[in-house]
Every structure is written in structure tokens, then in C-alpha cells.
């Protein structure tokens, strides 16, 4: 895995993943919309021992630029081993509620512009014949929650739309790999309380990093999460819909 596009490259979890990516002398193609802390992240994987780091500032609400971005890629880089999608933006949920508009942009971010990469990037590693696609969604998209639906259905859709493509890319042996965070203490939740259940960057991209280096399927970061996901999951409805969650 030694060629590899990250998009939201500036999250704290894609750091810390492409940090030990970047320990293993991967070359790297870091796309966000934020030139400055775009070039800040790129110095520091270069510190770290990345054999070569490019940058692209791109809208990622901008499905056209993202349906582009795995030939980019492969031009930039001289070829594609890895697909690793952050991107991600926690709406308020009163104001989609109020607002489809916000709604469909909000669902566009989190859903259609990482299968849109997801699906570029499956016909390249598939005439290949190997690669990984790595995409960030969510515990949230377990089941709706009143408290943060649009997230969470956007995460669902992702984790489903993947959960298909693995089956389409099994024979070509490129892996597809669906990493759920539970809480994470990053800048997109700075506004939420803490508590103990929150996990640091640094854990997550860890876990992410590893995740992709042995092509897992479906991994909860932390992992107890997928305990917490289960118990949510089998919980009957009239139970969940009382929750004030
Ligand atoms: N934190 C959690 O509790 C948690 C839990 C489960 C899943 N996740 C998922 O983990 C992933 C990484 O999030 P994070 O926690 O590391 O938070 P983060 O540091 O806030 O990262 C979010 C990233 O999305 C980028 N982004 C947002 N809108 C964009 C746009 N229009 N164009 C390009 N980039 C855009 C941000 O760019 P800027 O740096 O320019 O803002 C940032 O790089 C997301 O997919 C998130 O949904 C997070």
C-alpha cells in the first residue's frame, strides 16, 4: 500500500492514519478544501517519512470534482493502491429539519461524495486487481436516532452501498473496508459534551490504519462499540422510539 488518496485529508483521524502511512514511506495525495491546513498536514507527514506528499484543495460537495479525483490520483501519484474517504460534517439536525435544502447538501457531503470516489475508485482497483477502499462513517448509522437522523442515514447509506460493493470487488481482490467510529474527540464534535465513552484521534486512526493494512470488512472503533451497535440494533422499537436519544 504505498500510493494512496486521502479526501478530508485535514480530519484529525485521516492524520493520524496517514501518519503511519507515512512511517511505511507511502506516497500521498492529501485532498481538502483548506490550502493552509492542507500544506500544515502535508509538512508533517513529510517530516514523518512520507516519500511523497501532493496536495489538491477541492469542495468535496462537489460531486463532479470528486468523480475526477481517482484519475487525478492516478496521474499525480503514478498509480492508486489505496482509497481512504474522511470527509464528514456533523449536521444540526433542527436546521435540516426545517431546511431540505441543508438536508441534501448535508447528504451530499457525507454520503454521495464517498460513493462517488468509492465507485470511481472500484472500476481502477478492479482492472488491476487490487487495492483498498477505506471510508470513515459511523456507528450513527446503525439505526436513526430523532437526535441526528440526516448523519446517521447518510452513514447508513455509505455503510450499505459498501457493504455491495465488497461483494462486487471480492473477485478482483480489492478490499472494501467500512471503519464506524463511535465518539470521537475531534474538531467536529468540539461542541458536544464529553464523557467516558469518547475515543482520541489517535486511537481511531490507529485502528483505521491498521483496518486498511489487513483489509478488514467492518470494523467499531473503539471496539466496543460493535457491542453497543448490536444492543442498539436488537433493541425492540417501542423501546428505542421512548429513548431521548
Ligand atoms: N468525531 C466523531 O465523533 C466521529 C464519529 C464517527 C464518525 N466520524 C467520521 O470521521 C470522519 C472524520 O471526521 P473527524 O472526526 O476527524 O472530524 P474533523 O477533524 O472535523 O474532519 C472532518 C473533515 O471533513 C472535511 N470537510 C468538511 N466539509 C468539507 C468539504 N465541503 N470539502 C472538503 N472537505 C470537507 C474537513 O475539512 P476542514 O478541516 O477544512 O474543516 C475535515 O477535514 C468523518 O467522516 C466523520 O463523519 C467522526
Given at each position: ?86 470527509q ?37 482497483f ?62 467536529m ?28 470488512a ?14 442498539i440494533?436488537?433493541?425492540?422499537r ?8
Amino acid at each position: 500500500m504505498k500510493r494512496i488518496l486521502i479526501t478530508g485529508a485535514t480530519s484529525a483521524i485521516a492524520q493520524q492514519a496517514a501518519r503511519r502511512f507515512a512511517a511505511d514511506a507511502a506516497a500521498l495525495l492529501l485532498v481538502g478544501r483548506d490550502a493552509d491546513k492542507l500544506a500544515a498536514v502535508a509538512d508533517d507527514l513529510r517530516a514523518r517519512g512520507a516519500s511523497e506528499v501532493k496536495t489538491e484543495v477541492v469542495d468535496l460537495l462537489d460531486l463532479a470534482r470528486c468523480s475526477r479525483l481517482i484519475g487525478e490520483a492516478v496521474e499525480q501519484l503514478g498509480g492508486l493502491d489505496a482509497l481512504l474517504v474522511a470527509q464528514g460534517t456533523l449536521p444540526d439536525q433542527g436546521v435540516c429539519e426545517t431546511n431540505p435544502v441543508q438536508t441534501l447538501r448535508e447528504f451530499s457531503l457525507n454520503a454521495m461524495g464517498p460513493m462517488t470516489l468509492a465507485l470511481r475508485a472500484a472500476t481502477h482497483f478492479e482492472g488491476q486487481r487490487s487495492g483498498c477502499i477505506a471510508v470513515i462513517t459511523s456507528v450513527a448509522g446503525v439505526r436513526g436516532r430523532r437526535s441526528n437522523y440526516v448523519y446517521g442515514s447518510a452513514k447508513a447509506a455509505v455503510s450499505t452501498f459498501l457493504e455491495g460493493l465488497r461483494g462486487r470487488m471480492r473477485e478482483a481482490g480489492v478490499s472494501v473496508v467500512d471503519i464506524r467510529p463511535g465518539f470521537v474527540d475531534t474538531p467536529m464534535t468540539a461542541q458536544l459534551a464529553k464523557n467516558p465513552l469518547f475515543a482520541t484521534a489517535s486511537t481511531v486512526g490507529n485502528r483505521v490504519y491498521r483496518a486498511m493494512r489487513a483489509g478488514d470488512a467492518v470494523v467499531y472503533a473503539p471496539w466496543f462499540w460493535r457491542w453497543i451497535a448490536l444492543a442498539i440494533q436488537l433493541m425492540p422499537r417501542s423501546i428505542f422510539l421512548k429513548l431521548p436519544i
